[in-house]
């Protein structure tokens, strides 16, 4: 592989794999996929995702995302097919001991911007996120990251402000040697909590377990599952309830690294 790919705060050369179970490497993407969402009223949308993510630095990188989706259902009014919610992330890498086996490793820290659709089911809540992302060796085959953020949540448009809150995310990072070739899971349970504003009281908690690996050196493929509980942001609407709420949904997707 001829290209050259930034690694924290190291150069990575193309005798090195692409490592995508690690959430703070630094790398430049682009790719996409299909989802299914279910909800729990019995109706369900199918979504065309597209990612793309650019290295800007060594130790910075910029996330989007955006997703077209259909429908299938009329119990809740409004289009069958439109565009679903988008993303922007930003995320700066401080130093980070990759080399480190056990032990504190390094942390990030991030702003992540995820705004409401217009296809109904995805058009609950703008939700801002600042925090940071910490690092930790386990051993051979284990890492572990830990994700601490403030949240505040918008209706869509901006209308009304609904609070604010702190989320808990912990990740843990299973690379065996004895699977397919660059093989990982990854199982990141999120919890947030909002102590503000309309919301205040309220708490989500959804789950991703992630596994995937390589198709050649630069092409990679990855499958999530998500569980959700409680309060769905993605369907929150102040005032009213939008009659959708997502309870799981699962995603895979293609993605090509330069």
Known sequence: MALTVSIGSEVATGDEPIDASDPTKIYTYAGGGLKYTDYTNGEHMIELRATGNLGLSENDMVLFELGYGWHSGDLVPGDNSDLTNARARWFHLFEMDYELEKGYRGWGTQVDLQLAGRLKGTDGQNVLTLGGLAGFGLGTSWDAFLALNLVGSWDKGWSNYNGTGFSVAPLFVYTP??????????????????????????GSFNVDVTTGGPITESVLWAMTFQSNNNLDLTTFRRGRSTGLKNDWNVFFNVTRYF
């Not at 004895?178 to 205040?200: C, H, M, R, S």
Request: glycine share 12%; aromatic share 30%.
């Open 177 to 202: 040697t004895n699977w397919w070739e660059g093989a990982y899971v990854q199982i990141w349970p999120n919890w947030t909590y909002f102590f503000t504003g309309q919301l205040k009281g309220e």
